[in-house]
């Protein structure tokens, strides 16, 4: 071997170092390059994953769990201003409206608002108001939230000679949940409740605008069962307050429970006595023939 030929093949020969910060420059470079792409795949994938969370949560509110926003003090102390509820929205395709519940229900074309809100300055104001009212972040203007005392066929009168309210007779023992120094209702009142609707009451009864204060209106104030939204079962917000709304004990009375079973079966005893004085004039007439 010339030297010539020495000198060629240790130019083309490079040290093992240089070769392994070649390799880990170009790795260095590919990590970065993919780095780059996946930053940039993420800001481009946001925008959907936002708009995908915003429809399953539009779907889920509409369907399923909503958020409600506590605007005023009517229901204090079971529920304060600016608490935040939960409301189970196809509870009552279950279950029938039951006494006791907490519903929220929409006052449309029916009751004015308790709270009286400035209406949007323009479209994109008008567009953060109905979200901030879709996910409970803001109360909404025609949402009500109330006690439901009667149901359709109840008789919901006050007071009796001890200042309770009574359901068919039937005092209620309201210490449970009825504002602290508050008397179950400052005006007399006394209704059946129609088909198809409900009686509803404020816990803080002395600043409650609620059946009471509608008693002119269609219904003597009572509200559309089809206008109930959902039943409010917890309190989300804020944590320290994080509650599970039950149904109080005073509604569970056996006695309670009676009176409704027998304004139930009313009508079919008003049937059976109707239909036997027919039965017997039947009777003659075909005897007579």
């Known amino acids: 071997m010339t030297s010539e030929d020495r000198e060629y093949g240790a130019a083309s020969r490079r040290p093992v170092e240089d070769e392994v ?3 880990a420059e170009e790795t260095q470079k ?3 390059s993919g780095k780059d792409k996946k930053k940039g795949s993420f800001w ?6 936002i708009v995908v969370a915003l429809v399953l949560a539009l779907i889920i509110k509409t369907f399923v769990i909503q958020a409600f926003y506590i605007p005023s003090e009517s229901m204090e102390n079971t529920l304060l201003t600016n608490d935040r509820v939960l409301v189970n929205k196809p509870v009552y395709r279950i279950r029938d409206i039951e006494r006791g519940d907490v519903v929220v229900f929409s006052g449309v074309d029916s009751w004015d608002g308790e709270v009286q809100f400035e209406e949007p300055s323009n479209a994109v104001a008008g567009f953060f108001r109905w979200v901030g009212t879709a996910f409970g972040v803001i109360p909404g203007e025609k949402d009500y939230i109330k006690r439901v ?3 359709a066929g109840d008789t919901v009168k006050c007071c009796d000679a001890k200042g309770r309210v009574t359901v068919n007779g039937v005092p209620l023992d309201e210490g449970s949940y009825l504002y602290p ?5 400052q005006a007399d009142f006394e209704i059946k409740v129609p088909e198809g609707r409900l009686w509803v009451m404020g816990d803080h009864r002395s600043v409650s605008l609620d059946s009471r204060s509608h008693q002119g209106d269609p ?3 009572t509200i559309p069962v089809d206008k109930v939204i959902g039943r409010a079962f917890v309190i989300v917000w804020p944590f320290s307050r994080a509650t599970i ?6 509604f569970s009375q056996p006695a309670l429970k009676a009176a409704s079973a027998a304004a139930g ?10 239909a036997v004085p027919l039965l017997l004039w039947r009777r003659r007439w075909l005897s007579r023939r």
Do not use: C, Q, W, Y
Request: hydrophobic residues 45%.
């Open 181 to 185: 120094g508050d008397v179950p209702s």
């Open 30 to 32: 590919d990590a970065k």
């Open 245 to 250: 709304l039950s149904i109080p004990d005073t």
């Open 21 to 23: 910060d070649v390799v």
């Open 265 to 274: 079966a009313t009508p079919l005893i008003a049937g059976f006595a109707g």
């Open 219 to 221: 219904g003597g104030g």
């Open 149 to 151: 005392i009667g149901v």
């Open 44 to 49: 481009k994938e946001l925008p959907v994953l």
